[in-house]
């Protein structure tokens, strides 16, 4: 398929590529641990998506927290428009979306029109983002990855009362040395990033339907407890650590 716009998504844990047809349908998408060479790095992925068909002529619009490290991108975008014009591609509905990421977590609250009204951030305190969840899953041996599933799974949960990440592993300690089942702490560790996020939300006034993006949405267990801490479903985008990206890249596609 022909590439007709691209948008890369230089995120703080992940650089996400996305290249999209005329119709805006994705058709190529990359994704990277974001390397301490942010500019070297972009230009290498976005290379690669300009050897694809199109690719060579295809606008591109940057995003993400390295967005302005771009050279050679056309626009740079804020994340909070493009992951807002991701998801509404996708749900063509107003409500409030949720981004979790690997170093921020972002409430967009998004208009009939697919406008963003309003949003808050968290970009200063680990807890409420996707590395509170890296931390102790290294602290608990577990790939990331599974924590959902084994939090979902679990049969009980233990209260993680540190509202800090570096506290939070220091508790999983303790627990861990009292006896504690891993599945508990992992559980608990589920409902108090939920519990951070939930604030969030809730300081930008409760408006349902609730969409879930972000690389943590992948988590079935964060897009669950939110959905029961809001009294509403969370409807988690599909490839949702690649909105941005392809958010940015619809952008490209306007003149
Ligand atoms: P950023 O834009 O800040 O780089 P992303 O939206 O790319 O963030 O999300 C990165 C976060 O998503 C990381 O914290 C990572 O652990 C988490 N993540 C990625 N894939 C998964 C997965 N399959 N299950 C759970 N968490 C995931």
């Given at each position: 398929m022909t590439l007709a716009a691209l948008g890369i998504d230089v995120g703080s844990t992940a650089t996400k590529l996305v290249g999209v047809t005329a119709a805006g349908d994705i058709a190529w998408r990359r994704l990277a641990p974001t390397a301490p060479r942010i500019e070297a790095q972009a230009e290498a992925l976005l290379a690669e998506a300009r050897a694809?068909?199109?690719?060579?002529r295809a606008p591109t619009v940057a995003t993400g927290y390295g967005r302005k490290l771009v050279a050679s991108a056309t626009r740079a975008l804020t994340e909070i428009t493009c992951h807002a014009r991701g998801v509404y591609r996708r749900t063509g509905r107003a409500g409030t979306l949720v981004d979790i990421g690997g170093q921020d977590s972002k409430v967009i609250l998004i208009g009939a029109?697919?406008?963003?009204l309003h949003f808050v951030m968290n970009?200063?305190?680990?807890?409420?983002?996707?590395r509170f969840l890296e931390v102790t899953a290294g602290r608990l041996q577990l790939p990331v990855a599974e924590m959902g599933d084994m939090a979902r799974a679990a049969t009980a949960e233990v209260p993680i009362?540190?509202?800090?990440t570096v506290f939070a592993e220091s508790e999983i300690v303790s627990l861990l040395a009292r006896g504690t089942p891993v599945e508990h702490v992992v559980r608990g560790l589920h409902r108090a990033l939920v519990h951070r996020v939930t604030s969030l939300v809730r300081s930008l006034g409760p408006r349902p339907p609730y969409f879930l993006s972000g690389g943590v949405a992948h988590n079935a267990a964060v897009a669950a407890f939110l959905g029961e801490a809001l009294g509403a479903p969370v409807e988690r985008a599909e490839e949702p650590q690649l909105m941005g990206a392809y958010g940015a890249a619809l952008s490209a596609l306007e003149p």
């Open positions: 694809q068909p199109g690719g060579e029109q697919g406008q963003v970009d200063k305190c680990a807890a409420g983002t996707g009362s540190s509202t800090c």
